[in-house]
């Protein structure tokens, strides 16, 4: 696989609000929903680490929640619901929680006992 050469510094900052101007600064995807929302990402819609090009054809400005559903399509993760690692089936999302484990499930271990008082409890 080739590796594409991307613009960084003032010249990446010219051509990524370039291509913002191209739509308004809107998302494309909200727009085709008849919403209007401000795109703060300009995506590529085939991804430079599956063989795309970084050429305005093959970019679509995209708002935040959008531009995560789609990566996370392209390359095969969960996309979190809004809360910190929840899927949108309210699952967790990582691997190392007990409900992601196989085999049987732990009981939570009892809270500590206080020590009695001197002379019972009253």
Same mark, same amino acid.
Request: aromatic share 2%; charged share 30%.
């Given at each position: 696989m080739r590796?594409?050469?991307?613009? +960084? &510094?003032?010249? &990446?900052?010219?051509? +990524?609000?370039?291509?913002?101007?191209?739509?308004? =600064?809107?998302?494309?995807m909200c727009l085709g929903l008849g919403r209007v929302t401000e795109a703060t990402r300009v995506d590529h819609i085939k991804p430079l680490d599956? &063989?795309?090009s970084d050429e305005d054809s093959n970019t679509r400005n995209l708002c935040q929640p959008h531009h995560l559903e789609v990566t996370a399509e392209q390359f095969g993760h969960q996309v979190?619901? &809004?809360?910190? =690692?929840v899927a949108r089936n309210g699952r967790p999302?990582?691997?190392?929680?007990?409900?992601?484990?196989s085999g049987p499930i732990r009981a939570a +271990?009892?809270? $500590?006992?206080? $020590?009695? $008082?001197? =002379?019972g409890r009253k």
């Amino acid at each position: 696989m080739r590796k594409v050469k991307r613009l +960084r &510094g003032r010249a &990446g900052q010219a051509q +990524r609000l370039r291509r913002l101007k191209r739509t308004n =600064g809107l998302c494309e995807m909200c727009l085709g929903l008849g919403r209007v929302t401000e795109a703060t990402r300009v995506d590529h819609i085939k991804p430079l680490d599956h &063989g795309g090009s970084d050429e305005d054809s093959n970019t679509r400005n995209l708002c935040q929640p959008h531009h995560l559903e789609v990566t996370a399509e392209q390359f095969g993760h969960q996309v979190a619901a &809004g809360m910190r =690692g929840v899927a949108r089936n309210g699952r967790p999302i990582g691997l190392d929680h007990a409900w992601n484990r196989s085999g049987p499930i732990r009981a939570a +271990r009892a809270p $500590p006992r206080l $020590p009695t $008082p001197p =002379g019972g409890r009253k």
